[in-house]
């Protein structure tokens, strides 16, 4: 449904392919020719955010080493 606008490419009719393509903000589109192929790849899945539990878990983990650590220095 959505596709990934900077991913876009043009395969022509002789085999070579061009890929849209930015520098600095600027946007470099590709020629279309008679014959050409546009190809749209659809976005990838957004990975999920960090559920609560998991962010507890990891923050008492570093916690828990970072006592050990000042234990074991003093």
């Given at each position: 449904?959505?596709?990934?606008?900077?991913?876009?490419?043009?395969?022509h009719?002789n085999?070579?392919?061009?890929?849209?393509?930015?520098?600095?903000?600027?946007?470099?589109?590709?020629?279309?020719?008679?014959?050409?192929?546009?190809?749209?790849?659809?976005?990838?899945?957004?990975?999920?955010?960090?559920?609560?539990?998991?962010?507890?878990?990891?923050?008492?983990?570093?916690?828990?080493?970072?006592?050990?650590?000042?234990?074991?220095?003093?």
């Open positions: 449904e959505r596709g990934w606008m900077k991913k876009v490419y043009v395969v009719a085999g070579s392919a061009s890929a849209t393509g930015s520098f600095l903000g600027i946007r470099k589109n590709p020629k279309v020719l008679a014959g050409s192929r546009i190809i749209v790849p659809a976005k990838p899945e957004k990975q999920r955010n960090s559920s609560t539990g998991e962010i507890v878990g990891i923050a008492s983990v570093l916690t828990s080493l970072a006592g050990i650590l000042l234990a074991v220095l003093k």
